[in-house]
């Protein structure tokens, strides 16, 4: 119940805000605006996300960025291949390994695409 009081009148508001006074010490009531933000991110994150990104990323940032990922996985590689002090098969573990890191810059690709499929299935419940 408590986390749905801000959604509720503020006479509802002023008891949960007495209650964290009391318990967590806080003394400031939050802005409206700040509840409300707070609300539509928690339920419609991604949603937002997407409008955020559409306006103010560069995909050209994020393109490099996966470039230096890229670069860094090839130096540790050809720094594993040039070690005297592993053997061949903790080498191939190893630069196994490298290959299977997932790099994740930003945002999933979804969120910049004009498709909205995925985000659609996100929210359909």
Known sequence: ?????????????????????????TTTER???????????????????????????DDNARNQSYEMIANIRKAF???????TWMDSMSKTKAIEKA?????KIGYPDYLASDNVT????????
């Open 31 to 57: 802005a409206r605006t700040v509840i409300c933000g707070n609300y539509v991110n928690t339920f419609m994150g991604f949603a937002v996300s997407k409008l955020y990104i559409k306006k103010y990323f």
């Open 99 to 103: 290959f299977a890191i997932n790099a």
């Open 1 to 25: 119940m408590m986390h749905r009081i801000d959604n509720l009148p503020k006479r509802f508001r002023t008891i949960k805000d007495n209650f964290d006074h009391v318990f967590r010490g």
């Open 77 to 83: 590689i050809d720094m594993l291949d040039d070690s």
């Open 118 to 125: 995925q985000l659609e299935i996100q929210y359909a419940d």
